[in-house]
């Protein structure tokens, strides 16, 4: 856990957090892949997760029920959907819901990940649905936020990020917002093999945090993790890791060779 050393004590208290290590597989590996991929991460780090330190996998949604099977009963160690519809149901054909998910036994939901907002259009008001269905139905949230390449280089990147979290979470009581991680992940460095500096990338954790301390107060600010994601490979994770505010990283293109996600998890 990353305690909260280097800000003030609340009630003399050091409060604690969870470090994650996600997998985002993304539209990658057929069942029997995804399957046996789950296995080889499972063969690697069970008994290495703890409540304190977890390992979650974000496969396609055909895979949950399989792979909440497969991880079941272990601690630390979940499964979750990649996205879920902002209805509980109705007539819309082809999607799934956050009780559908919860159904298979995964507990854990992304919410906006920037490839959802780019190319299926989802905006702050739907995302803050997205994450009241995710909240009702018992998934815990992983809500995804980050700036394009031409919003940072306009100096934009903290005016877009706060708007984010503000519109799509801060609607939110503070006994559900504790219940959500956030994903810090900037558009420029997904899948582009560019990662944000452990600094540059601190900054904007410590910004976030920073925030939702002026919203909800600092002691539930110190308990909500803050993953970073964009190009989190072996050979950086590690420096990442090591800064205050960044306590775990959410992980694409790395999180589909077992052995470079065991690495990763390896340097929380
Ligand atoms: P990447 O993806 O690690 O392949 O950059 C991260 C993500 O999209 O969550």
């Known amino acids: 856990m990353k305690s ?3 800000s003030e004590t609340i009630n003399e208290q050091v409060t604690m957090r969870k470090q994650i290590v996600a997998g985002n597989w993304k539209m990658h590996e057929t069942l029997e892949e995804g399957l046996a991929l789950a296995g080889e991460i499972r063969k690697r780090l069970e008994g290495r997760s703890s409540e304190e330190k977890e390992v979650l996998l974000f496969p396609p949604y055909i895979h949950l029920a399989g792979i909440a099977k497969l991880l079941d009963g272990l601690t630390g160690f979940h499964c979750g959907a990649q996205n879920c519809h902002h209805k509980i149901e109705g007539a819309y054909t082809g999607e799934i819901s956050a009780p559908m998910i919860a159904s298979t ?5 992304l919410i906006g990940h920037s ?3 780019k190319y299926f259009g989802e905006n702050d008001a739907l995302l803050a649905e997205k994450t009241d269905r995710g909240l009702e139905a018992k998934l815990t949230p992983i809500f995804c936020c980050g700036e394009t390449l031409e919003e940072r280089e306009s100096g934009r990147a ?4 706060d708007r984010q ?3 799509s979470l801060f609607h939110l009581p503070k ?10 992940e900037p558009v420029w460095a997904i899948g582009t093999g560019k990662s944000a500096s ?3 990338a601190n900054e904007m954790h410590a910004f976030i945090r920073q925030e939702l301390s002026k919203k909800y107060g600092r002691d539930c600010a110190e308990t909500i993790s803050i993953l ?4 989190v490979k072996p050979g950086n994770a590690g420096g990442l890791f090591a800064m205050p505010d960044i306590d775990g990283g959410l992980i694409g293109g790395a999180s589909l060779k077992a052995a470079d996600f065991e690495a990763i998890f390896n340097a929380l």
């Open 228 to 231: 970073y994601g964009g190009s």
């Open 115 to 117: 490839e959802r907002r």
């Open 175 to 184: 006994e559900k917002i504790k219940l959500l991680h956030i994903a810090y």
């Open 165 to 167: 979290i503000s519109n």
């Open 198 to 200: 452990p600094k540059d």
């Open 158 to 161: 903290f005016e877009i990020v």
């Open 4 to 6: 909260a050393q280097n």
């Open 105 to 109: 036994g995964a507990n854990h939901v």
